[in-house]
């Protein structure tokens, strides 16, 4: 009797807790209250980079005690996208991952608080979708996405270990003569830390994507903040002083992010220059101990998929997780979710 009367108080405390806390949306730095530390992706930094970076406006959700603490936060970037011809302009949002939280007994109810929230304000700013994406456990805020309309996708990433093998171990034997022979011709990954560089690299992911409308490309000044970051990395591969592909990552909770991946591999089909990029990004996380590398995004789990078969190469593993998506219109939304669904 006393152990279900302890676990009836503990209930009401519980409920109790989460009823008082308080909502709030900062869409200014200088606004910001003490926040959470421990994800990049959800950091003040982050917050700050979006907020200097034309064309994205940040909005960071706090859940916070009576006393003023914070308990929990979630960084969503609205990005602003258009062209004179064809003309078109809308707005998108983005979350990676699920936020940040000082007590992992209430991550479900705050992120359910925090979806609500978030999701009221895009819809009053007519958003016209919002995508969550690279949540860590597949069925986590399930119910709380359904609630608020959203849909899910099923989307791969691929996910290196590197803490139990040297990274050359894991290489298919193909990969590893590939990397040897492109050594062998001089071809080197370097940082890039100057503003050319780091401009040639820009330059080059909107070449890629060019015919990729899917993908967003931040602006320049995105790149140009990131990589003053300690978080974060540029890397150029170039081959007789030309650049010939880049990566961009990020580096959070102990693991690496392969973020932004561009090569010109039809120019310079000989050289793979795709191959030496993401060698250089894992060899890097490697060297400087972090647990693994997750390339996030590879594309929808099609049964012929080029890219993810060059990424597993590398000896990662396919992760299948889901994305959310939530369209402003109802009717579109709807359809979107009907064709997304199962058969």
């Not at 209250?33 to 200097?52: A, C, D, K, M, V």
């Not at 290196?160 to 001089?186: A, F, M, T």
């Amino acid at each position: 009797m006393r152990g279900i009367i302890l676990a009836f108080l503990k209930i009401i405390y519980y409920f109790c807790h989460v009823n008082e806390c308080c909502i709030d949306i900062y869409t200014k730095s200088k606004d910001l209250p003490t926040l959470l530390e421990g994800n990049y992706f959800h950091s003040r930094e982050l917050f700050i980079i979006y907020e200097q970076n034309p064309g994205c406006t940040p909005y960071m959700v706090v859940v916070s005690n009576k006393e003023g603490q914070t308990l929990a936060q979630l960084l969503v970037a609205v990005n602003r996208k258009g062209n004179w011809f064809p003309p078109y302009l809308y707005t998108h949002a983005h979350a990676h991952e699920e936020g940040i939280y000082a007590n992992e007994a209430y991550k479900e109810e705050f992120f359910c608080k925090m979806l609500q929230a978030i999701t009221l304000r895009l819809d009053r700013r007519l958003c016209l979708y919002i995508e969550f994406s690279g949540i860590r456990k597949k069925m986590f805020g399930y119910r709380a996405f359904r609630q608020q309309g959203y849909f899910p996708v099923v989307w791969q990433e691929v996910h290196n270990s590197l803490h139990s093998k040297v990274p050359e171990e894991r290489l298919s034997e193909k990969i590893q003569q590939r990397i040897k022979k492109l050594k062998d011709k001089g071809i080197i990954t370097q940082t890039a830390t100057n503003r050319e560089d780091i401009h040639s690299f820009h330059q080059l992911l909107k070449r890629y994507y060019r015919f990729k409308p899917r993908r967003h490309i931040p602006n320049e000044q995105y790149f140009q903040e990131m990589a003053k970051s300690h978080n974060a990395k540029i890397f150029l591969t170039t081959y007789g002083g030309k650049n010939i592909g880049g990566c961009a990552c990020v580096y959070s909770g102990g693991n690496a992010y392969l973020c932004y991946l561009a090569a010109k591999r039809k120019t310079y089909s000989m050289l793979h220059p795709d191959t030496m990029v993401v060698w250089n990004a894992i060899q890097y996380a490697y060297e400087h101990d972090y647990n693994h590398i997750y390339f996030m995004d590879v594309g929808l789990p099609w049964h012929r998929n080029p890219f993810r078969e060059f990424i597993l190469s590398f000896g990662g593993k396919p992760v299948s997780k889901y994305r959310w998506f939530r369209f402003y219109s109802h009717t579109i939304n709807k359809i979107l979710s009907w064709l997304g669904k199962d058969k």
